[in-house]
């Protein structure tokens, strides 16, 4: 569906965050971790939204790609007191089209990977 190589997991945040980070064949990279804190605080600075992933409350912003300048897309969502999940996706500069991604699209396809990254999570908890 996505076109994924293997995942890598990771940890950032002074070791606070674990995550997994996983390279698409199509040019677009994907980073997925857990914060134990609310979205507002787990993105840093710059203009945020307000939006709604799947039922639940996010933070979206979505500033240039560090050293590219290419369209990048995160959203952190509210799980719980206290817990959230950040998804990040960003284009690689090998994409070949990767001059033509707007950021409308990098986060449209990030929504709809976060909706299937927390119903993959609910359908975990009801086994």
């Known amino acids: 569906m996505l076109d994924l190589r293997t995942g890598r997991p990771g940890t950032s945040h002074g070791g606070t965050s674990r995550g997994c ?7 677009l990279g994907y980073n997925l971790q857990t914060f134990e804190q609310h979205a507002a605080s787990a993105i840093a600075g710059g203009q945020t939204s ?3 992933v ?3 409350g996010a933070v979206e912003s979505t500033p240039p790609a560090p050293g590219t300048g290419l369209p990048f897309c995160q959203v952190v969502l509210d799980v ?7 998804a990040q996706l ?5 994409r070949p089209d990767a001059g033509r991604l707007t950021t409308e699209d990098v986060c449209t396809q990030l929504h709809d990977v976060a909706a299937t990254m927390l119903a993959n999570l609910r359908a975990q908890q009801d086994q």
């Open 21 to 27: 980070t996983w390279s698409g064949n199509d040019g």
């Open 50 to 52: 307000v939006i709604t």
């Open 54 to 56: 799947a039922g639940f």
């Open 80 to 86: 719980a007191d206290d817990a959230s999940l950040r």
């Open 90 to 94: 960003q284009v690689n500069p090998s």
